[in-house]
């Protein structure tokens, strides 16, 4: 089954500081880029698997290369969709998961403030995730989707920060873009990921 491209649930132009022509690129052609990417890599391996010649070697192989654009492509898809999905709110955090990240970073300004220097530090990514080994929230960064990420981790909160999500609007000011970020996540959503990811993992 060919992975489907998410659509936006928030208008474009509600956004403040991410400007829709940012939204509409980074959603309508570099993720999508990935969910078609993702659909053309998998069609390949399986004519690969099916043809009966498949050969692996760690120096170089066909198979070699498509697993890992593999699993940059589809972590890259999953990412854009949870980081789309919790744009388009008026950025006032609420809900349990508030209450969970207060208790574990002390207060939610202690959070946005580590979590903005994390997304200052890393190169593509900076995740809250809910750890299913830890059974607790955790912060992880990753340089690229198939890099840095851990797993038995549910992506709550993916902040990208790659020079495509903000350089048309403030340049190399990332600072801004990510206080941008913040001021519009939907923590309706934000809290609704989190209770079915704790619920999952509490449940295996």
Known sequence: MSKEIKPLSFKTDCIKGISQKTIEIHHGKLYAGYVNKTNEISEKLGELRKSGKVTGNQIYSELRGLKLGETFARNGSYLHENYFAILGGDGVPTGEVKEAIEKKFGSMNDFLEYFSQCGMAARGWAILAWDMNEQRLMQYNCDAQNHGG??????????????HSYFIDTGSDRAAYIKAFFENLNWNKINQIYLQAREFSLNL
């Open 150 to 163: 851990v797993w038995g981790c549910i992506p709550i909160i993916a902040m990208d920060v790659y020079e």
